[in-house]
């Protein structure tokens, strides 16, 4: 039940682009992405309620395809401040992180 | 701004000690939420509670047990420690279940280790 995310890590460059993967065996109803830089607590990003729904703030963005129970996260032009380990959550009952992504980016 | 704080960052214990792991929120907030995280597995939880006195089990509550006498107030004991518990544990908070657009608020995590 735990949603599954790849790739479990990546290492970029500034300026790069990535994107990270969030699925779930089971239906989902709303995703919520955070980002923990190391040593620090989760911080949230953005929450996706319905599926086909798109959002995003600054370079930073994610989609939500309710049918096929995914949804990812865009970062593009990526900066060094957005290392970090990037987790997606859904609840279903209860909540359910991901297994977590870490994004490193070097100069 | 909401704050969620922990008792300590840094605990050590010794195998079978009763360990009691504090979290406070500052905003009201009716669901509180304590997580493990452990390298590979991200974060999993183990007890939530959605109001005052009410507690529900998450994935992984072997070993542990919670309480909240207080809104603002959420313990989770380790009633025997284990080796196995080594790990980082963060509490969250978020404003209610009503709807599914609250965020949650971590606090800044203890690192306990059991020997």
């Known amino acids: 039940q735990q949603p599954v995310q790849s790739p479990q890590a990546v290492i970029l460059r500034e300026g790069e682009d990535a994107v990270i993967n969030c699925s779930s065996s089971?239906?989902?109803?709303?995703v919520h992405w955070y980002r923990q830089k190391h040593g620090e607590a989760p911080v949230f990003l953005m929450i996706?309620?319905?599926?086909?729904e798109q959002k995003g703030h600054d370079k930073i963005s994610a989609s939500f395809n309710e049918k096929k129970q995914q949804s990812s996260l865009y970062l593009t032009a990526s900066q060094l401040s957005y290392s970090g380990t990037y987790f997606c959550?859904?609840?279903?009952?209860?909540?359910?992180f991901g297994t977590g992504t870490s994004l490193t980016v070097i100069p | 701004d909401v704050k969620v704080t922990q008792s300590s960052r840094y605990l050590v214990k010794r195998t079978g000690e009763k360990v009691f792991l504090e979290c406070v929120q500052d905003?009201?907030?009716?669901?509180m939420f304590w997580y493990r995280q452990d390298p590979g597995l991200g974060l999993r939880l183990i007890y939530f509670?959605?109001?005052?006195?009410?507690?529900e089990k998450g994935d992984i509550p072997e070993g542990y047990s919670v309480s909240r006498e207080k809104k603002e107030r959420f313990s989770l004991i380790l009633e025997s420690a284990s080796t196995n518990q080594t790990s980082m544990y963060l509490c969250?908070?978020?404003?209610?279940?009503?709807?599914?657009?609250?965020?949650?608020?971590f606090g800044p995590g203890t690192r306990l280790t059991v020997t």
């Open positions: 969250a908070s978020r404003r209610s279940r009503i709807s599914k657009a609250y965020e949650q608020y």
């Open positions: 089971k239906a989902l109803y709303s």
């Open positions: 996706l309620l319905k599926g086909g």
């Open positions: 959550g859904t609840e279903s009952g209860q909540f359910y």
């Open positions: 905003m009201d907030h009716e669901n």
């Open positions: 509670s959605y109001d005052v006195k009410m507690k």
